[in-house]
């Protein structure tokens, strides 16, 4: 909701798009440096008052943006504060899911968060989108406030970031992404989201004119992805899981460019859709299982930051293709994320790992002691 709120607001203000999209590049910057490194302060201070910390910082950001009149540099520095204060929900959840469950439910419950975040795209966009134009573009920023602390504060004080810590990294910022898994995991995820933030900027300009096919479009992508996510995620994780879940989505998005019809971009999304959730579910388990529990944090930090950043390119590619040779143009773009994705993922199948029989949890950290002697 934030970056579609934040955009509406500069544009309202400014009469200018390109003013917005400095604002909103900004505060995609601010979230992309802020992933690794506010994930990783949670094992030094603890989750509660890194959470806390960053709420609150970001609702005043983002307050001051809806509130107070100001400048375009302004606007830039606040969006960047912004983005660099989002609280770490992501990591800190994901951190926590090894110690809720038993080993064998933990693929099974990556799978349901990828598939629950399908909810979230559906109707996150639609809810901001409607606020804005309805009742302005104020009121819809101070919803994102209304969302970002109360669910916020709900997180924060559910039981259980109490009974867990995160012990702190004995290793460098960044050491983590030298684990070939977590490094595919992040090239992986940046490829994914790519190809669908690519294809919602070409289901928006496909049906410029008509918003409620583009919504209905978009919704239909999403179920596919959450029936993929429901119906695929008891399935045990070998090393060609990947491949094969980016071969159905590749499929999927290849299969828009025969027509721009809104019944066969409504199915042949709907297909590419069916494989998103299963390897969003990969990332999150091949991620768990390849850190000691001290790293899990900072890894799904650069596993966002790689999406994030993959958002970004995957949303300016489409732009520029559907400036130059109209909304096919952003099918092409993801068509070629995907694919690169699968390319990836069948180049280096020997560095995923094979979950298939094994414990997908944190590996423990230990240390030697003392002994006498």
């Known amino acids: 909701m934030t970056s579609l709120a934040v955009l509406l607001h500069i544009e309202h203000v400014t009469g200018s798009y390109g003013a917005a999209g400095l604002v909103l ?26 959470l806390s910390v960053t709420l609150v910082i970001c609702a005043m950001a983002v307050l001051t943006i809806a509130l107070a009149p100001l400048t375009v540099p302004v606007y830039m520095v606040l969006g960047f504060v912004a983005g660099l204060s989002t609280p770490p929900v992501q990591s800190a959840v994901r951190t926590i899911y090894p110690k809720m469950v038993p080993a064998k439910q933990l693929t099974p419950l990556y799978s349901l968060d990828a598939s629950l975040q399908e909810i979230i795209w559906i109707f996150a966009p639609v809810l901001v989108t409607f606020v804005g134009t309805q009742a302005g573009t104020v009121p819809a920023l101070l919803l994102v406030v ?33 684990k070939p898994p ?15 933030a690519a294809t919602e900027a070409g289901v928006v300009a496909t049906f410029d004119h008509g918003g409620l096919e583009a919504g209905l479009v978009l919704a239909v992508f999403s179920v596919g992805s959450l029936a993929g996510g429901l119906a695929l995620g008891h399935i045990p994780i070998g090393r060609w899981a990947m491949a094969r879940r980016l071969l159905i989505v590749t499929i999927g998005l290849a299969l828009t460019m025969v027509s721009l019809n809104v019944w066969w971009l ?50 300016a590619i489409a732009g520029f293709l559907i400036d130059g040779i109209g909304p096919t143009g952003a099918y092409v773009a993801a068509t070629a994320f995907a694919a690169a994705g699968l390319l990836v993922a069948v180049a280096f199948v020997r560095w995923f790992p094979d979950l298939r029989h094994r414990d997908v949890s944190p590996i423990p950290d230990t240390e030697p002691i003392s002994t006498v002697t």
Do not use: C, D, H, N
């Open 25 to 50: 590049a900004a505060t995609s910057v601010g979230q992309a440096v802020a992933g690794p490194i506010t994930s990783r302060w949670m094992g030094r201070w603890g989750m509660r008052p890194v």
């Open 146 to 178: 209304v969302f970002l602390v109360g669910g916020g504060a709900w997180f924060i004080l559910s039981p259980e970031l109490g009974r867990v810590r995160i012990p702190p990294s004995r290793r460098g910022l960044g050491r983590v992404l030298a």
């Open 182 to 196: 977590v490094l595919l995991a992040t090239a992986v995820g940046f490829l994914l989201v790519g190809a669908i």
């Open 266 to 315: 409504g199915g042949t999304l709907i297909l590419a859709g069916i494989g998103i959730a299963p390897a969003l579910a990969v990332i999150f388990a091949m991620t768990s299982a390849s850190v000691k529990f001290s790293e899990t944090a900072e890894a799904y930090g650069w596993v966002g930051t790689g999406q994030l950043i993959g958002a970004a390119a995957g949303s």
